[in-house]
């Protein structure tokens, strides 16, 4: 039976985990947004909050730049629990026979450039619970436009995650939370002129256009409690994370 094993060195993990301490040599540090844990967490292709309660990432963060579009197709490992979360990241097993998929927040298929990097995605610290037809349906369809949109505007930054708030199923013994609604924020800083797009979505498939998803940045925060863009000057920031404009955006 093929095996897959990762592993991080102590003092890789003992690096990764410090509290402020940006090491990651692939991602776009700039746009980081807020945790509400406290508990971040860098790897080298993408970065995300982890959230104990709900035993899962409130956020993942990664720049998609142009050059990381790859049709490489890479052996699928097994999931593996994600050493580097101090609390403990919730183990693979909560999923299995629970009828949801193990739903990638960064996935695999942006990180194809290497197969370190497509592998790093199967941390379990990476997964949400899914619904199939929601996430092989209108997720995957999104997630396919923010390809797009990496080709097109020679890169974009990711954050995305479930909304971990209100009452929510859960699964496994270690009571997973199934959020109901999931949610992308795209920053473009790549053209010389800052645009956000927002995406927040009901945990059920839909034939809907993209579009129709589209909110202010502004509503997932409230949604959330996160800030997802604590870089940029403030009255730029207000205004955009306020606008619901998508027609800078090609679909």
Known sequence: MYSYEYFLE?????????KGKIVKKDTNEYFLPTSTTGQIV???GYSL??????EQ???VAYELKKSHLSSINHKRPYFEVDKAVKTGAAHWR???KSGFDRGH???AGDRRYSKSAHDETFLTSNISPQEHK????????????????A????????????VLKGSMKTIGDEEVAVPNQFYKVLIDNNTGKTKVIAFLMPHKDSKKPLYEFVVSVDEIEKLTGIDFCPQLEDKLENKLEASTNYKNWSF
């Open 10 to 18: 102590e003092e890789e993990v003992a690096t990764i985990v410090k």
């Open 42 to 44: 860098h790897h080298q």
């Open 49 to 54: 909050s982890y959230n104990e309660k709900h």
């Open 57 to 59: 990432a409130e956020w």
């Open 94 to 96: 909560n999923y299995k």
């Open 105 to 107: 927040l960064c996935p």
């Open 134 to 149: 929601f996430n092989s349906g209108v997720w995957n369809r999104l997630e396919q436009k923010v390809r797009y949109w």
């Open 151 to 162: 080709g097109k505007y020679n890169g974009v930054f990711v954050v995305t995650g479930g």
